[in-house]
C-alpha cells in the first residue's frame, strides 16, 4: 500500500508554499472526468499554454485534453488515432491514446504526479527540506522535473546519457539538476546505483516509478479508464475490446490493463519490450533503440500474474517506421500510394518511438490471436515525433535521404510484413518465471523483503486492489490541502 501518514511540519511547508504560488492540487476523480474541474480553473486555462511552467497545468494532467498549444479546456472522449487495415494489415481496429497533448507532451507527467501527490498532500515530501529525484529512461524525468517546478520544489533528473538531445536541453531549460548515468535505454541498474548514492544524503528524496506505487495508482484510474471511454465511444453493436498491449518502460501502463481487464473480462493484455534485449520473453539481456522503455530487469510493480503475452519488437522497425511517418517522401507514400486521410497522416507525427512499438505490439497480437474487423485492440502513445527530431537526423545522416521506394520497403517489411515470432503466450509457469526476475533486481540489490515479493505474486490481502482503490482516500487527502491552502477560495 501508499503510505498516506501525515507528516504535519513538512505539510505546513507545502501548505504556505502552496499559498505563496498559487497552487492548486487536482484530485484524481478530476483526471478522470476534467469537466468536474472547478470553473475558476476552467477560466484561466483558457489564457496558459500547455508547456507553460504554470501550477494551473497540473489541471491538464488527463487524458481528455483538447489537442491544442494553448488555451485549451477539456473534451468528453480522450484524443486517439485509430490506425486503418490500409497502414496496420490487419482486419481489426486499433486505437492508440496521444500522449502528445499532456504538458511535456508525453503522458509520463501523470505517472510522476501519481507518485509525488502523496507524499506532498501528506507532508512526508518537504518542499523545504528535499529534492525530488526522479530516476528514468527519459520522459518520466522530465514529467518530474515539470511537476516538480509547479509544485516550487526542485527536481533531480536522472536518465542515460544516451537518449535524445531534445530531453537534456529541455530539462537544462527548466531549472532541473541533472544527472547522466553511462548507457542507453536498457541501463537501468546504472540508474539504480546512482539512485542508492543519493539516497546517502536526506535532502534528497526519490520518486522511483518502477518500484511507486503511485504509478499503477495513477495509471489504472486515469489511464485505464481512459481507454475504456475510447472503446465505449466509437464501439459498433458486436465489438469487442479483445486486446491492450503496452511497452513496458516502469511497467505503470500495464495497470490501465488491470482495469480493462475487470471491465472486459475476455480481454488479453500484452506486454512489449526490445528483440534486443528480452528479459521477459527469455531472460535475455543487451543495448537497444527504443527510447522510453526499460530493460534487465522487471519493474516492481508490475502486476506479472495478470499479463498474457510477451512480445519483442525490433528495434529496427520502430527506426525505420520513424522515418516513414515523419518524412516528405514518407508521407508522399502514406498519401498518394496508400490513400491515407490526410489527418491522419499529420497524426502520425504524434507516434514516437515507444508509440511505433506499441503499435507493432498491438499487430503482432492481433494476427496471434486471428481478430477480425469486430475486435478492438487498445494501446497509447507516450508521447510524440516532436521528441526525436534530432533522432531523424541521425537517421537520415546514416543512410542517406529518404526515398520513396524505402517508404514501400519500409511498409511492407516493417509493418506488414510483421511475423508471430518473436512473441509468447504466458501460460502460469511462464508468468511465475518472469515474476520471480525481479528478485535478482528488487530483493538482491535494491534491499525489498521477500515476503513483499511473495505478497505481489499470491496477491495477499488484495494488494493489487488495494492500491487502486487508495484513489479515493488520496483523493481526500488532496481535496483536505486544497481546503486548507485556501487558494481556490482566492483564485
Excluded at 99 to 111: E, I, N, R, S
Aim: net charge negative; with cysteine; proline share 4%.
Amino acid at each position: 500500500m501508499i503510505n498516506l501518514t501525515i507528516n504535519r511540519q513538512g505539510l505546513e511547508h507545502n501548505l504556505k508554499k502552496a499559498r505563496e504560488h498559487n497552487i492548486l492540487i487536482p484530485t484524481i476523480a478530476q483526471m478522470q472526468h476534467p469537466e468536474t474541474v472547478p470553473g475558476k480553473v476552467q477560466d484561466k486555462l483558457k489564457t496558459v499554454g500547455l508547456w507553460d511552467v504554470n501550477p494551473l497545468n497540473l489541471f491538464r494532467v488527463t487524458w481528455k485534453n483538447e489537442a491544442k498549444e494553448s488555451g485549451g479546456l477539456f473534451q468528453a472522449v480522450p484524443n486517439y488515432i485509430e490506425l486503418p487495415p490500409e497502414l496496420t494489415g490487419v482486419p481489426c481496429r486499433i486505437v492508440a491514446m496521444v500522449g502528445k497533448w499532456f504538458p511535456t507532451g508525453c503522458h509520463k507527467v501523470g505517472a510522476s504526479f501519481g507518485c509525488l501527490a502523496p507524499r506532498l498532500v501528506t507532508g512526508q515530501f518537504d518542499v523545504d527540506r528535499h529534492k525530488a529525484v526522479w530516476p528514468s529512461t527519459g520522459n518520466y524525468c522530465r514529467g518530474g522535473a515539470f511537476n516538480s517546478k509547479l509544485l516550487g520544489a526542485q527536481g533531480v533528473a536522472i536518465l542515460p546519457a544516451e537518449m535524445s538531445q531534445e530531453r537534456f536541453d529541455w530539462l537544462h531549460e527548466i531549472g532541473a539538476e541533472v544527472i547522466a548515468t553511462p548507457g542507453c535505454e536498457s541501463n537501468v541498474k546504472e540508474i539504480f546505483d546512482k539512485t542508492n548514492e543519493l539516497k546517502l544524503d536526506p535532502q534528497y528524496m526519490i520518486f522511483n516509478q518502477f518500484e511507486e506505487m503511485g504509478n499503477p495508482l495513477w495509471h489504472y484510474n486515469v489511464t485505464g479508464f481512459a481507454l475504456a471511454d475510447v472503446f465505449e465511444a466509437i464501439k459498433r453493436p458486436g465489438d469487442r475490446f479483445a486486446a491492450a498491449a503496452f511497452t513496458s518502460g516502469s511497467a505503470g501502463t500495464m495497470s490501465a490493463g488491470d482495469l480493462l481487464k475487470e471491465r472486459y473480462p475476455r480481454l488479453k493484455l500484452g506486454v512489449g519490450e526490445a528483440l534486443q534485449c528480452p528479459t521477459i520473453l527469455n531472460n535475455g539481456f543487451g543495448g537497444h533503440r527504443i527510447e522510453g522503455i526499460g530493460d534487465k530487469h522487471i519493474p516492481w510493480i508490475h502486476n506479472v500474474k495478470n499479463t498474457d503475452m510477451a512480445i519483442a519488437i525490433d528495434d529496427e522497425d520502430s527506426q525505420r517506421l520513424l522515418r516513414l511517418f515523419n518524412t516528405p517522401q514518407g508521407q508522399d507514400y502514406l498519401l498518394h500510394t496508400l490513400k491515407l486521410d490526410p489527418v491522419l497522416v499529420e497524426k502520425l507525427t504524434w507516434l514516437g518511438i515507444s508509440g511505433i512499438a506499441n503499435v507493432l505490439c498491438c499487430i503482432k497480437m492481433a494476427k496471434y490471436y486471428e481478430l477480425t474487423d469486430r475486435d478492438v485492440v487498445g494501446t497509447v502513445l507516450t508521447d510524440s515525433a516532436a521528441m526525436y527530431q534530432s533522432r531523424i537526423q541521425e537517421l537520415n545522416d546514416l543512410h542517406g535521404a529518404y526515398t520513396a521506394e524505402e517508404a514501400r520497403l519500409d511498409h511492407n517489411l516493417h509493418i506488414l510484413g510483421l511475423k508471430t515470432d518473436n512473441l509468447l503466450e504466458l501460460g502460469y509457469a511462464d508468468r511465475k518465471r518472469v515474476h520471480h526476475l525481479k528478485y535478482y533486481t528488487w530483493v538482491e540489490q535494491q534491499g525489498k523483503d521477500m515476503q513483499d515479493l511473495n505478497a505481489l505474486w499470491y496477491d495477499v490481502e488484495g494488494t493489487w486492489d488495494t492500491v487502486h482503490a487508495q484513489a479515493k482516500e488520496l483523493d481526500e487527502l488532496i481535496n483536505a490541502f486544497n481546503e486548507e491552502s485556501g487558494v481556490l477560495k482566492n483564485l
